[in-house]
Structures are given as structure tokens and as C-alpha cells.
């Protein structure tokens, strides 16, 4: 019987079916060779009509800017050519032709249910190639329509002007029922508000999100006149450069002082330690959203009290985060309870001229599809259902856009 030598061994012709397996899997790998080149050459071709069309507008600043050729892979590119595309941040000036056509692009879009997540994204990447500029007619109505509605200047915390002693407080959870306010409780309430409307000329809203890794925001926070933070984070050394240390108010969510110091039953040393990075900062509380928060928050102020602490310890007041809450459900926010830091961006556009976010992001992917933690300093996720948080950034988006508020989503410079 004739023998052929195939691949290494001498086989006889019953075995020649393995020389088409072997002629089966060169012509595999030569083909899946052929697509990876095709892809890359495709990229490379994408990446250099991208930047020669948005050489062109830079120069002309002409045409629709939808002929920009940026497609829905673009998450996938190569990290050297996203990088490329972010180093194009805000070229292009605020009210310029190619600009006012982004815009419209995106505030066509009413509803985050209107588009999927990377064409969100897509629409934030592409106007990120245009400056921001502050709108102040837009920021103004904005500003007298929470006036109306909320108040800040007057009902964000609960003070002695506007919750008398010997009345009922009535609670953010109606099942709660209300609150007597009696001497004692009277007494820990500050006598008025100790801000007022658009006391601020540039304030800081400092959300948690990972979107702040390696953001080098530090400093740019750090310069505002005001600055809101949420939920006591770390502001250490480790995360400084990236998110700053100046805190002027900083929010406690009483489950932290449930879980992380035990009601501060044992551990008030351990607490007052965490509080001293933020200096003199304003410690506020939602001691009224339920009854069973109440004692909890008052504890707060008795740890401040009793260990000397100079810095203000004060309450929400339950009538302006209802208020707050009606407010964003007819933006589209619907919820159990809005975060603190919508809370926060609210109460700043009354009380500061100019609000900028950092570290708002609710997505497990930053905008140029990298993954990122869900917090900068953890990976540890919220309860799900309870808040609305991608609606809450569109929400940011589309103010954005409008010039009433900026949002910061890149590195800073």
C-alpha cells in the first residue's frame, strides 16, 4: 500500500483525509489574518478621515457636524487613537456653527428612554470638542423656577425662623407622621439660614463616581468659592489630586453613622477622627426624612457638641426635599428618593452664580467605554431601584448643554 508523508508522519492513503484537515486550518488561520488586518486598516482609515473632517471645521467651521464619521465602534478603537479624540476637548467656541448643530442634535432628544446608552455617550463625546460658556438667561430662569418651587436660600435647612418652637414638623415619609418641636430640639436649630441666594460666585458639586480616577480635578475643585460634598468621602491624600480636600458642606447619610460607627453608641472618637479632614466644613443631615433617623442625626450634633467641635451640624428641612422631589419628577426624575447629590446641584444653582459637577457618572464605563469602579475610592453599589441615577445625569447633560451648568466628565487640565 503507497504511503505519503503529511505533516511529520507517513501515512497511507486511508489516513488522507487528515491532509484536509490540516489544508482546512492553514486556510482558517490565513482568513482570520486577512479580517484582523482589513479591521485595523479600517480603524487607521476611520481614525484619518475623522481627524481631516474635524480639521476642516476647526478651520471652517461650516457644515453639519453629523458628517463627522465617528461610529457606534468607536468605544472599541484602539486607546491611542481615543486619546487622540479626547485631546480635541473644547476647541471649538461655545456659540460656534459646528456647536449649535451638536446642541440641537442632543436636546433633540427628550427622554433618556429615546436613545440607547452608547448613543448617549456618542452625543457627550462629540460635544466634548466645543467650549462651555455659561448662559445666564438660562441659568436665571432655572434659578427663579427652584425659587419658586423650593427656596433654598429660605427652607433648605430647618431653622427656628421657619419651624417655631412648640409646631409640628410634618416628615419627608408621610407614614412617619410628625415631629413635636419642643425647647430642646428648638435649640439645635441655627436661627436663620446661613446662606443666601447667589451668595456664591463659583461653586463645586463633588459627586463619588469613578469617573474621577486619574480626572487631576483636584486643584480646579479646590479653587471654587464653595464647595458640596456627599456622604463623607475619603478626601485623603491618595484621592486629593483627583477630587481635592476643600469642603464647605458635606452630607452624612445616617445609615454611615448606623453602620460604620455603631449609632454612635461607642464609637464617637473614630467618627470625630473622620470628620477632621474636612476641617470646619458644615455637617448636614436628613434627620427629618423618617423617625427612626431622627435620633440618629441628633447624636451628630451632640458628638460636635460635646467634643468642642466649632462646625455647624444641620438638618434638611423635609418640606424643601419634597418640594425638590416634585420639582425633578416633572423633569422626568421619577424615584423613590432623589441622591444627595441632585439634592445638592438644586440647593447650588440658588445659592451660587456658576455650579460645576465632578464625579457624576452612573455607568460602569466612562464615556470613552473604559471600565471604571462605582465609586472612586470602592466598587461598592448602591441599593438598586431606590434612586434614579441615569436620569438624573441626563438631566445634568441637558443643562449642560443649555449653559446652566457645567459637567465635568474629562481630565482636567
Known sequence: MKSVLICGYRMTRMGRDLLGSCSRCLILFCVFAVVTLVQHIHYEKLYIESGQQFSRL????????????????????????????????GVLEFNSTSCQLLRKETMDVKALSMVTTTELFQKWRNLQVCKWEQNKEETNNIKTSLSECCNAPSLLFTTKRNTPSGTKLHYEVTSSGALDINPAIFKMFPDDMPYSRSQFKRCAVVGNGGISIDSKCGKEIDSADFVFRCNVPPISDEYSADVGSKTDIVT??????????QKLERY?????????????ASIVLPAFYSRHLTEISFRVKYTMEDLGSPRGVYFFHPQYLIKVQQFWAQQGVSAKRLSTGLMLVSAAMELCEEVHLYGFWPFPTNPAGTFITHHYYDNVKGRPGFHAMPEELFNFMQMHIRGILHLHTQPCS
Open 268 to 280: 464617637r472618637k473614630p467618627f470625630f477622627k473622620v470628620l477632621q479632614s474636612y476641617k470646619n
Open 58 to 89: 476647526c478651520r471652517h467651521d461650516a457644515g453639519n457636524w453629523s458628517r463627522l464619521n465617528l461610529s457606534d465602534d468607536f468605544p472599541l478603537m484602539p486607546a491611542r487613537f481615543r486619546r487622540s479624540q479626547e485631546a480635541l476637548n
Open 252 to 261: 452624612i447619610n445616617p445609615s454611615i453613622i448606623t453602620e460604620r460607627f
